[in-house]
């Protein structure tokens, strides 16, 4: 397989055009068979890094993400998809870039903030693997370190009703109503003098992403109906 770094560039023009052509169909989609609606999309920051940071409760959180934002987002997928091609161009254009399973999560943490430093979006799923039900499970503090480490802000992402669409488990997409809820970017707390940002000053954000969250997937359940 290719060099890593090469997954982790921006990209050449035909896979960023390749990308714009996958994201309509895909928000297509989700706009006729979900009936899927975002609120807040004007939050999204329309250059520079960000964490897009949703809660996760189906498989087409995932797509579903790419209706808040025409940039491109990225996501972190098992090396072991990136082996032949054409699954490499693919996954590739379409925003992936490889991480090997079971390695050390700092590594994964470190090709996360390259993709951040390049100025990327990145899309990371603070709950970890997808959860069941109406609250919001305890964050993991990947996102809020990454956002130390790459200065750059986190957009809360509320999804409601794509738990019923695609339940864990399930192999079919349901007609369900997706609604999305934008929440304001939070940004992350100033380094101190020596440069770093403290372990409780990441627990700090990681809470308040908590608070976010929750209520923001309080209102996308409700407008999901």
Known sequence: MADVDTFLAGGSWPSRAFYQLARSAVVGFSRLWMRTRVDGADLVPTEGAFILAPVHRSN???P???????????????????KRQPYRWLLSSLGGFPVTRGSADREALKR?????EAGEPLVLFPEGERKSGPLVQPLYD???YVACKARCPIVPVGIGG???VMPKGSRFIYPRRVHVVVGTPI???APSASGR????????????LHEQLQTLFDAAQVRAG
Request: net charge positive; charged share 30%.
């Open 187 to 189: 940004q992350p707390p």
């Open 142 to 144: 990947g996102a809020a």
């Open 112 to 116: 996360c903030i390259q993709v951040l």
């Open 64 to 82: 579903v993400s790419a209706c808040v934002t025409r940039r491109r987002l990225r996501f972190m997928g098992k090396d072991t998809l990136w």
């Open 197 to 208: 940002v403290s372990r409780d000053a990441v627990k700090r954000l990681t809470e308040e």
């Open 162 to 164: 794509s738990e019923r």
């Open 60 to 62: 087409m959180d995932t």
